[in-house]
C-alpha cells in the first residue's frame, strides 16, 4: 500500500563549488606582455581547494591549464599535482623566481597567464581597488608586489572607512601565513 502525499519527493541538487574571485584585462593583440593579466582573490589559503576552482574558471577561457607556479612564502602547504576537469595540473613553487603576490598559470594553447593573487585576509573594498588595478587594460604595468605595496600605502587608517572589524588592524595588511595555535 502507498501512501499520497502533497509533498514532492526531495530530488538530488548538484552542489556547486563557489566559482573563483577573478578579474581579467581584456585579451590585447599587442605583441607586448603584459605584467600581469588580472587578479584572483582566494578565500582561503588553502591551494589544494582554491586552485582547482581558478582552473576550472580558466580552462574553457585560456585552454587547459597545464602547470602552475606559486611563490610559497604565504602559502602553508603547496600540492605537487591537482585534477582539474578530468586532468591533472603540476603545480611547482619558486622562491626568488616568483613574485610572492603572483601565481603563473601554463596553458599548452595560449602560453603564459600571470594574476596578481589578493590575500583572503583583505577587505572587499582594498580587493575591489587591485582587482580594478590589476585588469585595468589602460593602466600603467605595475608588478603584483608594487600593487599591493601602493594599496598597503593607500589603504584607510580610520577605523570607520576600514572593512575588518578590527580598528587597530589596516585593511590591507599583509603577514606570511602563520598556522592559529590550537587550543
Known sequence: MSAITDHSSPRAVPFRAPT???ALKPVSLSP????????????????????????????????RITRIAVN?????????????????????????ELDPHKILLL??????????V??????????ARLMAAASASTARQSTATALMAAELVDAPSTPADV??????????????Y?????P
Open 20 to 22: 573563483a574571485r577573478l
Open 32 to 63: 607586448e606582455r603584459d605584467e600581469l593579466d588580472g587578479a584572483w582573490w582566494p578565500r582561503s589559503r588553502d591551494l589544494s581547494h582554491e586552485l582547482p576552482v581558478l582552473a576550472d574558471v580558466l580552462d574553457p577561457l585560456w585552454g
Open 72 to 96: 610559497p612564502r604565504y602559502w602553508p602547504i603547496v600540492p605537487e599535482r591537482l585534477f582539474v576537469n578530468g586532468h591533472g595540473v603540476k603545480v611547482g613553487w619558486f622562491t626568488t
Open 107 to 116: 596553458s599548452g594553447t595560449s602560453g603564459p597567464w600571470d594574476l596578481l
Open 118 to 127: 589578493i590575500p583572503p585576509e583583505v577587505s572587499a573594498p582594498s580587493a
Open 163 to 176: 572593512d575588518t572589524g578590527r580598528p587597530d588592524r589596516p585593511a590591507a595588511e599583509m603577514r606570511p
Open 178 to 182: 602563520a598556522p592559529q595555535p590550537r
